[in-house]
């Protein structure tokens, strides 16, 4: 019988516990740079039977959407502070991925690209960039990339039938929909030991596009929801609909397939790894209410997290708890 603490293989990591650390925004920088608290609470995360980490946010541009709530690739001091979160974290045995995305895509000397209006010449750059950040990150001691192809990020639109019109060859089919970021994803792997994780958007042919990630090389995906309503109905059965659908994906790629968030208490977790083939789960916002939670599941002291899922964090683009700031 499986169990959320289970010491446990993610690809080619060992992993302490089935729990993943999603990573959203950056508040708490200084000047840019990461601050105190910032070290305290990764290695508050690792010691505290995490089983792997992404980090919050990386921005691969300036002037985003979400710039001004994330840490920046370009950051001068890059590879040498986030060197030392990853050689916190690996000190506890915890594998990290540095969560990479745009919302705004400023290339070439343009502002705000639609999808539709991207030459090839921008897709390459787009293309070229990522490698050159995934080099700074291999520098910086993580273990892997989560490319975030989800929610709102530029890659959503990208791989999105509603959003991507394009009728060449990165348009139309799934295959040429998703083009852009399997010829990234390959050239990453033929580059660098790093694991990649795909960040993805339930959608119509999201099988299909699992099955491709996969071919091409990614190590594993965590499944979240897009926008839609249509994705946060239940089924029949009073189950979240994410579950049934991310049980499908993981039942039909031999990847480590993340279930995006939805459960906050240890019954309901032990219960869906043991009645489906999903076999990790990821949570942010009982993160950010307490980075030690796991450790009072384990001693019994708690069994479900006390965060009220207001989503204040997220509203307010803030990595501090808003409630428990009120408390204290």
């Excluded at 541009?61 to 060197?83: G, L, M, N, Q, T």
């Amino acid at each position: 019988m499986k169990d959320l603490f289970d010491k446990c293989e993610f690809g080619d990591f060992k992993l302490n516990s089935r729990i993943v650390r999603t990573g959203l925004w950056e508040s708490q920088k200084e000047l840019g740079k990461l601050s105190p608290e910032i070290f305290l609470r990764y290695e508050r995360l690792a010691k505290n039977h995490v089983g792997l980490i992404t980090t919050e946010l990386i921005s691969m541009y300036p002037h985003d959407r979400f710039s001004d709530y994330s840490h920046s690739i370009d950051s001068p001091a890059f590879i040498k502070e986030f060197k030392y979160v990853t050689d916190t974290t690996h000190q506890y045995n915890v594998p990290i991925l540095a969560q990479l995305g745009f919302v705004n895509c400023n290339v070439n000397g343009k502002q705000n690209i639609e999808v539709n209006d991207l030459t090839i010449e921008d897709i390459r750059q787009i293309q070229s960039d990522y490698i050159v950040a995934s080099k700074k990150i291999s520098f910086a001691g993580f273990d892997g990339i989560q490319l975030a192809m989800g929610n709102s990020y530029f890659f959503s639109k990208v791989i999105d039938s509603k959003e991507n019109k394009r009728n060449d060859e990165y348009g139309g089919n799934t295959l040429n929909r998703v083009r852009m970021i399997l010829e990234l994803i390959k050239v990453i792997k033929d580059t660098s030991n790093l694991h990649i994780n795909c960040r993805i958007n339930v959608q119509d042919d999201i099988v299909e596009i699992a099955k491709l990630l996969e071919k091409v090389g990614a190590d594993s995906l965590q499944i979240t929801k897009p926008s839609s309503p249509q994705y946060f109905r239940k089924d029949s059965s009073n189950r979240n609909i994410l579950f049934d659908i991310t049980d499908e994906i993981a039942s039909e790629v031999d990847i480590p397939v993340i279930l995006g968030g939805g459960l906050t208490d240890m019954a309901s977790i032990n219960d869906l790894i043991n009645t489906t083939s999903i076999d990790f789960v990821s949570m942010q916002r009982p993160f950010v209410y307490n980075p030690t939670f796991l450790s009072e599941w384990v001693n019994g002291s708690e069994v479900e997290s006390l965060c009220r899922t207001c989503n204040n964090c997220y509203w307010k683009k803030t990595s501090t708890c808003h409630i428990k700031i009120e408390k204290e």
